[in-house]
C-alpha cells in the first residue's frame, strides 16, 4: 500500500470525519443551534466565573437589599444585599460540573449493566434485569438521603445518586435494541471468529444503540440540574458554602412573596439550560443515526 493509499484509508476510517457531520447536522437544526448556542454560554459564563465575578460573593449592599436591575448591580440583588449576577455565574460551573459528571457516570454505569443483560450467560443476563428492576424503583432522593448520612452534603453524593438512578434507567431503556444486535448473524459471527465479549460489545452492540443512548444521557444531564435543585433545597445536595442554581434558589425562595424577581432569574436559568439539554439529545439522535442523516452513509469505513 502506497502512502497515499495510507492516508486516503486514515482519512476515510477517522472518527472525526463522522463526528463533524454529526455536528454540522445537529447546527442545521433549529433546535440544535438554540442548544449549542447555549451551552457555549454556559461554558463561556462557568469559565469567566472562576477568574472574575462582578462582585465577590460574600459581599453584602447594605444600602441596596431589594435593588431591580442596574448598573451596579446587573439582576438586582437578593434579600440579604448579595448580587444575583454573580451567584448565578458561579453556581452555572458547578452545575455545569455535576451535569458533566453525571453523565459520565451514568455511561459507565448504564454501559456495564447494558453489557451483563446482553451476555450469552443465562444467569449472568437474568441476574441483572432482576437486581436492575430492583434498584431501578428506588427514588434518588432516597439514594441521595442515604448517601448523605455517612458522607455528608455534597456534590459527590449528587452526582453518586443522580449517576447511579441514572444508569440504570439507561440500562433498562437500552437493552431490547441491545438484544436484538447481539443475536444478529454479524455479532455471532464475531464471536465465532474468537473476537471477545466485550470487544464485540464496544465494536458492535454500543454503535447501534447510539442514538438511544445519546438521548438517555442528556436527559440525565437535564435531570441531574434539576435533581441539583431539588437535592440542595432539602439540604442533601451542595454544601452551604459551594455556590450552585440549587443554593441561589433555596436561599431566595423564602423571600418570593416579598422579591419574586429573585426566584424568576434563577429559575429561568435552570428552565433553559434543562430545555437546551433535552433538545440537544433529540438532535444528536437524529444527527447521529445514518437512516436520518444521508451525509453520514457517504462514510466508507469499510475501503
Known sequence: ???RSRSVYARKRSPWRSIGIVMRSVWARGTGK????????????????????PHSLWATDGYHVWSSPSRAHWLGTDGTGADIASWLM??????????????????????????????????????SVVLIDALISIPTILVALMLAVPFGASVGVIVAACGLSYGLNMARVCR??????ANSSFVESARHSGVGAWRVFMRHVVPNIRS?????????????????A???????????????????LATSAKFITVYPLTVVWIGGCVTIAVIALNLLGDALRDASDPLTNPALRQVDYGA
Open 90 to 127: 458561579a453556581g452555572a460551573g458547578v452545575d455545569l460540573l455535576i451535569a458533566v459528571l453525571t453523565v459520565v457516570v451514568a455511561l459507565a454505569i448504564g454501559l456495564l449493566l447494558t453489557a451483563c443483560m446482553v451476555a450469552r450467560s443465562t444467569v449472568l443476563s437474568r441476574g
Open 230 to 248: 431539588g437535592l440542595t433545597y432539602l439540604g442533601v445536595g451542595v454544601p452551604s458554602g459551594v455556590p450552585s442554581w440549587g443554593h441561589s
Open 1 to 3: 500500500m502506497t502512502n
Open 212 to 228: 438511544v443512548m445519546m438521548v438517555q444521557l442528556s436527559l440525565s444531564a437535564g435531570t441531574a440540574v434539576l435533581a441539583e
Open 34 to 53: 438554540f442548544s449549542l448556542i447555549v451551552l457555549a454560554i454556559w461554558l463561556v459564563v462557568s469559565l469567566v466565573s472562576l477568574f472574575w465575578t
Open 176 to 181: 431490547p435494541q441491545a438484544l436484538r444486535v
